[in-house]
């Protein structure tokens, strides 16, 4: 008895602009509709070629305003646009998620200045 090997589907289909991939399992339309049918080997391949694409931003949805966001944190080969802003904490109860760049930004500016001991 073999092992069944697990769709990527994610549940959130949304096609690209072109309509020739999820953006969700980022599966091409031929590996969507030919999944029910792959061999084993075929459906190892379409897991092969996923797992070797760049990490894919998160979409997140803004605590503060609503709007959504691409979030990189975690992913290796390029961090996320907040890593190059300046870190203040603690910006959100425990549990909270990430603010979007326009929140950011605002959490940012309206910190008071850094006691260095210089002066």
Known sequence: MSNTIPSPCQQRCQLDDAGESCLSCRRTLKEIA??????????????????ALPPQGQCKQCPACGDSFSC??????????CARLPHIMPLLPEGSDC??????????????????GQG
């Open 99 to 116: 603010l979007c760049p326009a929140c950011l930004l605002q959490a940012i500016a309206s910190q008071p200045p850094a006691a260095d």
């Open 34 to 51: 030919g999944w029910p049918g792959f061999s084993d080997f075929e459906k190892k391949a379409v897991w092969k070629r996923l797992l």
């Open 72 to 81: 990189r944190a975690g992913a290796a080969a390029e961090e996320c646009w």
